[in-house]
C-alpha cells in the first residue's frame, strides 16, 4: 500500500503549544512518526549564563508557566547544594505545599484539556473549575496565580500564617469533594474508555527503553518518582508513588486524577507537622563547582545540571525537562494507532513544549 | 549528593554505555559544557533506582564523537540538541537532523559558544561578539 506522510501540528487544536510530528500512514493506520522541534526556542539556558546567578530564579520560573515552582525550587536546590546551605526546615515544608498545589493545578489543567480532546467539554470544564480553586489559593498566599516566584537561595521568601493554612485545608476539603464527583465520569464513563482503553500502549520494556518519565512511566508500572528521593521535606512525609500497570491513555489519565488526591494528602501531612522558625537564611559568597539536581515535576522528573565557576555567573545551566524525556516514547506509541487516535496519545503524555525547547 | 562520574575517552564511550544498559540503568539526559575553544565536556547521565551515574568524556570540537543513539534510542534527540548548540558531530546519529532540530538551515554559528569556529573558505567568518548576539 502507497505510504502518505500527514503533518499533525504545530497548530493543531489539542495542542496549546507547537509540536510537529511528520506522520507516516498507511491507509489512516500511523507506520512511522518522526517530530520536528523549534518553533519556541528561547535560548532561556543561555540567558542563565549571563544573568546574576539569583536573578537565574526568574528566568527558569519562565521555563514553563504552569510548573515554574519546581523548576525555580529545583534550580535553587542545586545552588545550595554547591555553596553548602542549609536551608530551614520551615521553608523546606513551604516549599513542598507550593510545589504540591502545583502539581494539582497542572494535573487539573491537563485532565480538563485531555477530556477537551475526545470531544468531552463539560468534563473539561468541571475539571478547570475545581483548577480555578487551586490558582485562588495561589493568589492568596503568594500574590499570584500561576507563576508564584517564592523560592529563593536559601530558602523562600513568603511564610504561611495559621489563617491561610487553614483556608488551604478549607478549600482542598472541597477541591477533593468536587474532584471525587467527577471519578466515575472519567473512569467508568463509555465513552472515555471507549477514546482511552487500550490506546497509545507502552509496556513497561519500552518505557524503560525508551527513557520515559514521570506518569507515563508510572502508568506502565515503573516505580519512578523523584519524590522518593525525599528532597525538602518529603522524607519526613509519607509518600507512596502511584502506579499504573497498562500502560495506555486511560492507565495515564488514572495516574494523574490519582495524583491530584495524593498532593491534596502531601499538603494536609505538611500542614500538620510544619515547624516554627524562620524561612529562608541569608547567602553570602558565590557558587564554586558542580551539581545534579533532581525533582518530580508534574510531568515526571526535572533535571538540572549546574557548573559554576565562583563568580556571579554560572559557567553551564542545563535543564532536561521531563517532556524532552517523553517525546521518544511519544514516538513508540503511535505506531499501530489510527489517525483519529493520535491527538489523544499525544495529549497522554501532557506535552509541555516551553519545557522542551527551553 | 555524590554520585559516580566516570571518565571515558570516545574509543570506548559506546562499550561503556552498552555495559551501562545491561547493568539496568536508565537513560536520563546529556550535558554539554565549553571548556575553551577547542574542547568540550560532555556529560552522560544515568539512573538506576533513584541512583544516578555519570561518564565525563572530553571531546574535541573538530572531531566527531560517537553517538550512543544505537544503544539507548532516546539519546538521539539530546544528541541532536548538542549538535544544534556547541557544533559537535555525533558520529552514527540514529536520527540526523544535521543541525535543524532547534535551528534553520543558514544559521552557522554555534549559539552556546563562546568562540565559533568556522572555515577559512567561508565568505563571512562568525566572530565571538556576533555568536552570543544574533
Same mark, same amino acid.
Given at each position: 500500500?502507497?505510504?502518505?506522510?500527514?503533518?499533525?501540528?504545530?497548530?493543531?487544536?489539542?495542542?496549546?503549544?507547537?509540536? @510537529?510530528?511528520?506522520?507516516?500512514?498507511?491507509?489512516?493506520?500511523?507506520?512511522?512518526?518522526?517530530?520536528?522541534?523549534?518553533?519556541?526556542?528561547?535560548?532561556?539556558?543561555?540567558?542563565?549564563?549571563?544573568?546574576?546567578?539569583?536573578?537565574?530564579?526568574?528566568?527558569?520560573?519562565?521555563?514553563?508557566?504552569?510548573? &515554574?515552582?519546581?523548576?525555580?525550587?529545583?534550580?535553587?536546590?542545586?545552588?545550595?547544594?554547591?555553596?553548602?546551605?542549609?536551608?530551614?526546615?520551615?521553608?523546606?515544608?513551604?516549599?513542598?505545599?507550593? &510545589?504540591?498545589?502545583?502539581?494539582? @493545578?497542572?494535573?487539573?489543567?491537563?485532565?480538563?484539556?485531555?477530556?477537551?480532546?475526545?470531544?468531552?467539554?463539560?468534563?473539561?470544564?468541571?475539571?478547570?473549575?475545581?483548577?480555578?480553586?487551586?490558582?485562588?489559593?495561589?493568589?492568596?498566599?503568594?500574590?499570584?496565580?500561576?507563576?508564584?516566584?517564592?523560592?529563593?537561595?536559601?530558602?523562600?521568601?513568603?511564610?504561611?500564617?495559621?489563617?491561610?493554612?487553614?483556608?488551604?485545608?478549607?478549600?482542598?476539603?472541597?477541591?477533593?469533594?468536587?474532584?471525587?464527583?467527577?471519578?466515575?465520569?472519567?473512569?467508568?464513563?463509555?465513552?472515555?474508555?471507549?477514546?482511552?482503553?487500550?490506546?497509545?500502549?507502552?509496556?513497561?520494556?519500552?518505557?524503560?527503553?525508551?527513557?520515559?518519565?514521570?506518569?507515563?512511566?508510572?502508568? &506502565?508500572?515503573?516505580?519512578?518518582?523523584?519524590?522518593?528521593?525525599?528532597?525538602?521535606?518529603?522524607?519526613?512525609?509519607?509518600?507512596?508513588?502511584?502506579?499504573?500497570?497498562?500502560?495506555?491513555?486511560?492507565?495515564?489519565?488514572?495516574?494523574?486524577?490519582?495524583?491530584?488526591?495524593?498532593?491534596?494528602?502531601?499538603?494536609?501531612?505538611?500542614?500538620?507537622?510544619?515547624?516554627?522558625?524562620?524561612?529562608?537564611?541569608?547567602?553570602?559568597?558565590?557558587?564554586?563547582?558542580? &551539581?545534579?539536581?533532581?525533582?518530580?515535576?508534574?510531568?515526571?522528573?526535572?533535571?538540572?545540571?549546574?557548573?559554576?565557576?565562583?563568580?556571579?555567573?554560572?559557567?553551564?545551566?542545563?535543564?532536561?525537562?521531563?517532556?524532552?524525556?517523553?517525546?521518544?516514547?511519544?514516538?513508540?506509541?503511535?505506531?499501530?494507532?489510527?489517525?483519529?487516535?493520535?491527538?489523544?496519545?499525544?495529549?497522554?503524555?501532557?506535552?509541555?513544549?516551553?519545557?522542551?525547547?527551553? | 549528593?555524590?554520585?559516580?562520574?566516570?571518565?571515558?575517552?570516545?574509543?570506548?564511550?559506546?562499550?561503556?554505555?552498552?555495559?551501562?544498559?545491561?547493568?539496568?540503568?536508565?537513560?536520563?539526559?546529556?550535558?554539554?559544557?565549553?571548556?575553551?575553544?577547542?574542547?568540550?565536556?560532555?556529560? %552522560?547521565?544515568?539512573?538506576?533506582?533513584?541512583?544516578?551515574?555519570?561518564?565525563?568524556?572530553?571531546?574535541?570540537?573538530?572531531?566527531?564523537?560517537?553517538?550512543?543513539?544505537?544503544? %539507548?534510542?532516546?539519546?538521539?534527540?539530546?544528541?541532536?540538541?548538542?549538535?544544534?548548540?556547541?557544533?559537535?558531530?555525533?558520529?552514527?546519529?540514529?536520527?540526523? %537532523?544535521?543541525?535543524?532540530?532547534?535551528?534553520?538551515?543558514?544559521?552557522?554559528?554555534?549559539?552556546?559558544?563562546? %568562540?565559533?569556529?568556522?572555515?577559512?573558505?567561508?565568505?563571512?567568518?562568525?566572530?565571538?561578539?556576533?555568536?552570543?548576539?544574533?
Amino acid at each position: 500500500m502507497l505510504k502518505t506522510i500527514i503533518p499533525f501540528g504545530p497548530q493543531h487544536p489539542v495542542l496549546p503549544e507547537p509540536l @510537529h510530528l511528520k506522520l507516516t500512514v498507511e491507509d489512516e493506520v500511523i507506520k512511522e512518526a518522526l517530530p520536528a522541534l523549534g518553533f519556541i526556542h528561547r535560548g532561556l539556558e543561555m540567558l542563565a549564563n549571563i544573568r546574576d546567578f539569583h536573578q537565574t530564579i526568574q528566568v527558569v520560573e519562565r521555563v514553563c508557566g504552569i510548573c &515554574s515552582m519546581m523548576h525555580a525550587m529545583c534550580y535553587c536546590q542545586g545552588i545550595e547544594e554547591i555553596m553548602g546551605i542549609e536551608v530551614p526546615p520551615r521553608a523546606e515544608f513551604l516549599r513542598i505545599i507550593w &510545589s504540591e498545589l502545583h502539581r494539582m @493545578h497542572s494535573h487539573l489543567l491537563w485532565l480538563g484539556l485531555f477530556a477537551d480532546s475526545f470531544g468531552f467539554e463539560s468534563l473539561f470544564m468541571q475539571f478547570w473549575k475545581i483548577r480555578e480553586k487551586v490558582l485562588d489559593i495561589n493568589e492568596a498566599t503568594t500574590g499570584n496565580r500561576v507563576i508564584v516566584s517564592v523560592n529563593v537561595i536559601g530558602g523562600v521568601r513568603r511564610d504561611l500564617n495559621s489563617e491561610q493554612m487553614r483556608r488551604i485545608l478549607s478549600d482542598l476539603s472541597w477541591v477533593e469533594d468536587e474532584v471525587g464527583r467527577l471519578e466515575t465520569t472519567l473512569l467508568s464513563d463509555y465513552t472515555v474508555k471507549k477514546r482511552t482503553v487500550g490506546k497509545g500502549v507502552l509496556p513497561k520494556e519500552r518505557a524503560l527503553e525508551l527513557g520515559a518519565a514521570g506518569p507515563t512511566a508510572r502508568a &506502565s508500572g515503573i516505580a519512578q518518582d523523584m519524590r522518593m528521593l525525599g528532597y525538602s521535606a518529603l522524607d519526613q512525609l509519607d509518600f507512596k508513588p502511584v502506579m499504573e500497570a497498562d500502560g495506555d491513555c486511560y492507565a495515564r489519565s488514572k495516574v494523574r486524577f490519582r495524583e491530584v488526591l495524593q498532593s491534596i494528602d502531601l499538603i494536609r501531612q505538611a500542614i500538620f507537622v510544619i515547624p516554627e522558625g524562620e524561612t529562608r537564611i541569608k547567602v553570602k559568597g558565590r557558587p564554586e563547582g558542580e &551539581s545534579f539536581s533532581r525533582i518530580e515535576q508534574p510531568r515526571g522528573e526535572l533535571f538540572y545540571y549546574i557548573k559554576a565557576n565562583g563568580t556571579k555567573n554560572l559557567d553551564r545551566l542545563r535543564i532536561r525537562t521531563p517532556t524532552f524525556a517523553n517525546i521518544p516514547a511519544l514516538l513508540g506509541m503511535l505506531p499501530g494507532m489510527w489517525l483519529s487516535d493520535v491527538p489523544v496519545v499525544v495529549l497522554s503524555i501532557d506535552p509541555c513544549i516551553s519545557c522542551t525547547e527551553r | 549528593m555524590q554520585e559516580e562520574v566516570i571518565f571515558v575517552s570516545s574509543d570506548i564511550l559506546v562499550g561503556e554505555v552498552a555495559k551501562i544498559k545491561v547493568e539496568g540503568f536508565r537513560f536520563v539526559t546529556m550535558s554539554c559544557v565549553e571548556l575553551d575553544g577547542n574542547t568540550v565536556n560532555i556529560l %552522560y547521565h544515568f539512573d538506576k533506582d533513584l541512583t544516578l551515574k555519570h561518564l565525563r568524556l572530553t571531546a574535541s570540537k573538530d572531531s566527531a564523537v560517537p553517538s550512543i543513539s544505537s544503544v %539507548y534510542f532516546a539519546a538521539f534527540l539530546v544528541e541532536n540538541e548538542i549538535q544544534d548548540f556547541f557544533g559537535i558531530r555525533f558520529k552514527g546519529l540514529v536520527l540526523d %537532523y544535521e543541525r535543524t532540530l532547534y535551528l534553520d538551515e543558514e544559521v552557522k554559528i554555534k549559539p552556546f559558544c563562546r %568562540y565559533t569556529l568556522e572555515k577559512s573558505d567561508q565568505k563571512e567568518p562568525v566572530t565571538p561578539k556576533n555568536a552570543t548576539g544574533s
